[in-house]
């Protein structure tokens, strides 16, 4: 060991990583004292750089070339696309750093890279001999050790993964490691694809929702004043109460008369699809989620008695639905506006992991307000039959493109189930894992999939072992304060015209954006690199004022489904560097007329609205 | 098959550019099996001039040995290995053998 080398490793790592500089030391000491057998080594080589080899089950796994590892790592770096705008890089294994430098090397200096060590066995003989402190401060370098905190990495690595960057990322590991850690490499690379997926069914949900979820927004903010919001809740319940989410399952036919035995024993939660049988059977329960901006509004508004319910729902939620509705809402994170704006107020909203579906918001819920006990009913995530739904089938999935795919059933047999239901059940098995010890989380759906980490019941066995103490919900709703009765509205009001008045100047803005642009629109690529310089020049200075208008985020919803496939290369560039201008010239002329319309119609509805 | 004296230089390049895709963890199935025929062809060229030209310093064990090892590290998956071995042990080795013709 280097004295000099190892100390000034260490001091890098807990200058900016101090909670793995005390991991890796309580690693190192539990090492020595058990003497775990992991052997890695630098071996010698045609030139100064040396070489990592590691020894697994007396098998010798060189990770660098034996003859010139700076020529092969230079090599292999060569082979990756640096051009695009906002390329990051995300590098699976560290191994002596020479990998993560010729990366390092090529990417500009807004890029990020992102180092995945599986664990501290390499990294912890590395620091001692090789002088990594440059790497380790490196502002763009963000280091992760997945097995000492899985989530943290996938969330560390989600949170620099968009739509607009998904296919100019740099995703590759340290050649190498996939052999000494194959397992966990396995693990991660189907973590990190489910990262991706979700990313892609975001956007695709973005682009489905979001002409309905802007104009949601506009309109659900009347209600705001009259509301609360979820963080509200928490405390609320006695301990060791149970919350049991309903869901729309076909297999909830099969047991809904039993929570007849759970009124005001549980705190029953029906997502939107599950309240027809409910109200059509007369089960008493306590609230409803919905989130969906364009769910039909008829799954509530054929049910008159399930309008005073305690309603959990999102600024973005069916317009039509709120309205309907002259019970409690309870507001759910998801708006940007919203959130920022009662976090500047000293009202902040607990992070909510999303899952897609109103089943996963529902279950989320229950957590942030603290139930240790999650019961799900009717969460079949697979086909009874031919049903997809409790007493329909819904074709829709099909239609969708939705081939079927077979995994576990509750009964040791494989089940049909289909793309989003998975991405739903992989929500369930993650949390399940995440909160095992805090949060036990319960299938008494009696059918469909398999949620493995679940614990697997009857619903009559929940009803004998968990239902709690007697407590009613709605006598606590009745008593709970809104809002803006202990909080004082005149901020929140003053915001929501900031919010109109800020919409409102964005046609004129827009409409200067495109002037700024009409040399482009006439000349094409006839117009010289000398105008359409000063074009986007002008345009820069007009984006800032964009990107600082307050509600900006309402437009971007708005206009993502315009826009998603032309802005879908947003990203890409080529070598020609007159013609990535002209693209750009393009894509801003696409951009600002898309933002003028929207802003012309949200302004007109928030004059409504407002008055 | 032995190769004709012309194509070595080619052959050469073919390598080292398919060597640079091993470094990158490109691998491809065909690729190897062309590898494996045109190192085969250039090393029956060597072998044969050899026979014909007894002075010629070729040392066939070294030869067989630098093939034997990339077929072993082609077995063991150790692609930079390999790639190690065409660059700068056959390709180089080759380039010396060829000026000497």
Known sequence: ???????????????????????????????????????????????????????????????????????????????????????????????????????????????????????????CTMIKVIDISDIILNKRVKFYFYQSDKYETLDGIA????????????????????????????????????????????????ALFSDSAVYNIVHNLQYIKQSNYVNELIGAFPEEYPAVVVSAGPSLMKNVEQLHALKNRAFVLVVDTAVKVMEENKIPYDAIVIIDPTKP???????????????????????????????????????????????????????????????????????????????????????????????????????????????????GYMVRSRWDWIHYLQWFEEFAEMYDGKIMLIDATEGGALIHGSVVMSLAEVIEKYAGEEFSFQEYMEHLPRTFEVNDFEPIAKDMKTLRDDMASLPDKCE????????????????????????????????????????????????????????????HVSEDEKKNKEDTAQMLIDYYQAVKEVSTKITEDFKNVME | MAVLKEKIPELLEEMTKKAELLYQQHILQEGFEELLIEMQGVVEFFFLYHQENNDFPLDEDHMKDIFTEVLSAMEEQDYTLMADLITYDFVDYVKELYDKL
């Open chain 1, 1 to 123: 060991m280097e004295k000099k080398i190892y100390d000034k490793n260490l001091k890098a790592l807990k200058k900016k990583y101090p909670k793995i500089y005390k991991e890796l030391l309580a690693f190192d000491a539990q090492k020595r004292a058990e003497n775990i057998e992991f052997k890695c080594k630098l071996v010698d080589t045609r030139e100064t750089e040396k070489a990592l080899v590691v020894k697994k089950e007396n098998k010798e796994i060189r990770l660098n070339s034996k003859y010139y590892p700076s020529r092969e790592a230079k090599q292999w770096a060569d082979q990756f696309d640096y051009q695009n705008i906002s390329v990051n890089a995300i590098i699976f294994g560290f191994g002596n750093g020479i990998f993560a430098r010729e990366l390092l090397e090529r990417l500009d200096k807004e890029s990020v890279l992102c180092i995945v060590e599986p664990d501290y066995h390499i990294f």
């Open chain 1, 159 to 206: 949170a620099f993964i968009s739509w607009a960057n998904l296919d100019t990322t740099i995703r590759t590991n340290h050649p190498g490691y996939e052999k000494v850690y194959e397992d966990i490499y396995n693990e991660y690379q189907f973590e990190v694809m489910k990262i991706y997926e979700s990313v892609i069914t975001d956007v695709n949900s973005l």
């Open chain 1, 297 to 411: 509004a008829e799954f509530l508004t054929d049910y008159p008695s399930c309008k005073e319910k305690t309603l959990f729902c999102m600024l973005e939620s069916k317009m039509e639905i709120l309205q309907f509705h002259t019970g409690r809402k309870i507001w759910l994170p998801n708006c940007y506006w919203l959130e920022s704006t009662y976090k500047k107020h000293g009202m902040a909203f607990e992070k909510h992991r999303i899952g897609g579906s109103v089943a996963t918001m529902a279950v989320d819920i229950a957590r942030i307000i603290g139930f240790n006990k999650i019961i799900l009913v009717g969460q079949d995530l697979a086909y009874l039959g031919e049903s997809t739904h409790a007493g329909r089938t819904n074709a829709m999935g099909e239609e969708r493109g939705y081939a079927p795919q077979w995994i576990d059933g509750i009964d």
């Open chain 1, 512 to 571: 200067k954006g495109l002037e700024y642009l009409k040399v482009y629109q006439e000349k094409g690529d006839e117009i010289s690199e000398k105008e359409i310089d000063e074009a986007l020049k002008k345009c820069s200075v007009l984006n800032y004022e964009f990107a600082t208008n307050h509600g900006f985020e309402l437009i971007e919803y708005g206009i993502s489904e315009i826009l998603y496939n032309k802005l879908d290369k947003v990203n």
